[in-house]
C-alpha cells in the first residue's frame, strides 16, 4: 500500500550540495524508521543516514557533517541535504522506509532509486 518516490539526484562538481526528496503515499499506521541508503555498481548498498518516528538521526561516519535527514511529517516527505559533495557520494540513492501497515503487518518498503553523480 505504501509506495516510495524519490527524486532530486543529478549531476553536480565536487564541493556542491544537491537534496534529495522522497515522497510517500499510503497508509502506515506506524513507522519505525526511514532512511536514505545508497549503492554503487558492484558494491552493497549501504545506509546513508537514517531518522526515526521520534527524530532522532544516525549517518554514516563517511557523511556526517555533511548530510543531514530531516524529514516533514505534514507532507510525508523525507529528505537528504547533501553538501559538500565527493566523488565518492556517486551512487544510486535509495528511500527506505519500516512500518506497520494497516493490516497490522511489519513491512519494509524501498523507492525506485535516484542518481546522484559527483564528478568535474
Known amino acids: 500500500q505504501v509506495q516510495l518516490v524519490e527524486s532530486g539526484g543529478g549531476l553536480v562538481q565536487p564541493g556542491g550540495s544537491l537534496r534529495l526528496s522522497c515522497a510517500a503515499s499510503?497508509?502506515?499506521?506506524?513507522?519505525?524508521?526511514m532512511g536514505w541508503y545508497r549503492q554503487a555498481p558492484g558494491k552493497q548498498r549501504e545506509l546513508v543516514a537514517a531518522i526515526t518516528a521520534g527524530g532522532g538521526t544516525n549517518y554514516a561516519d563517511s557523511v556526517k557533517g555533511r548530510f543531514t535527514i530531516s524529514r516533514d511529517s505534514a507532507k510525508n516527505t523525507l529528505y537528504l541535504q547533501m553538501n559538500s559533495l565527493k566523488p565518492e557520494d556517486t551512487a544510486v540513492y535509495y528511500c527506505?522506509?519500516?512500518?506497520?501497515?494497516?493490516?497490522?503487518?511489519?513491512?519494509?518498503?524501498w523507492g525506485q532509486g535516484t542518481l546522484v553523480t559527483v564528478s568535474s
Open positions: 527506505n522506509t519500516k512500518y506497520i501497515s494497516g493490516g497490522l503487518r511489519y513491512l519494509e518498503v
Open positions: 499510503g497508509t502506515m499506521v506506524g513507522i519505525n524508521a
